[in-house]
């Protein structure tokens, strides 16, 4: 089951009473950084608390954010207090011309929203942002949303994708990589496996050009 509500104009949220099955349940909230300056500025406060709570070897990617850079943000509230957040991203002169980045930058606190070892795949927080971020990423005028995530977690990221496969309307397409996800060679975390969705009806070449568009090695 999808829950999501409007309370207004592209503000959606998804709230954790419906997750009972979820180890880490969340409040889900995707909103609009220019629009919604509060969310927004309570996001940037928390992430300068996290270098004194987490030593995540990618920590530098969360906690260098302008999150008014974003076309969409979604947060994990709960009790009011932020455990968690991703984005969707459009990397101009980069991306694919129509292809938004969804669960970019997703991030999980470590103290109350990330645990070590676990066999959930597609926990209904993590589940209920990709709905929101589809949805948005839709309305935002884009006809693909992906997903990518470095070589190293490519067992998991394939499970992930079949599972998100079959829980959606959408068909899920997963090549892994090594694919150039952000425009440094040089960085190895930047070659990534990809999954794309189309978000509106497309010849099958518009799909094509979307994998030829990605640099391989």
């Given amino acids: 089951m999808i829950y999501i509500d409007e309370p207004e104009p592209n503000l959606l949220v998804s709230k954790m009473k419906h997750f009972g099955d979820d180890t880490r349940p969340a409040d889900v909230v995707t909103f609009d950084p220019q629009k919604h300056t509060d969310r927004t500025h309570k996001l940037q406060q928390y992430i300068t608390t ?16 302008v ?11 709960r009790e009011g207090e932020v455990v968690g957040f991703s984005t969707i991203f459009h990397r101009k002169n980069f ?7 969804i669960l970019n930058r997703f991030y999980q606190d470590k103290i109350t929203a990330r645990i070590g070892f676990t066999r959930e795949i597609l926990r209904p927080t993590t589940y209920h ?7 948005m990423a839709t309305r935002l005028g884009y006809t693909h949303a992906f997903i990518s995530r470095e070589m190293r977690a490519s067992s998991f990221f394939k499970a992930f994708i079949k599972e998100l496969d079959r829980r959606t309307a ?21 070659w990534q496996s990809i999954a794309v969705t189309n978000l509106t009806l497309i010849k099958m070449s518009a799909r094509q050009d979307f994998w030829n568009h990605w640099k391989t090695q």
């Fill in 170 to 190: 959408n068909h899920w397409e997963l090549k892994l990589g090594p694919f150039l996800a952000a425009p440094w060679p040089a960085i190895a975390s930047n």
């Fill in 95 to 101: 991306y694919p011309v129509s292809a938004a980045r």
């Fill in 50 to 65: 996290l270098k004194e709570r987490d030593t995540h070897r990618l920590l530098e990617n969360y906690t260098d954010i």
């Fill in 67 to 77: 999150f008014s850079d974003f076309q969409a943000v979604t947060v994990l509230e």
């Fill in 129 to 135: 942002t990709i709905m929101q971020q589809t949805m």
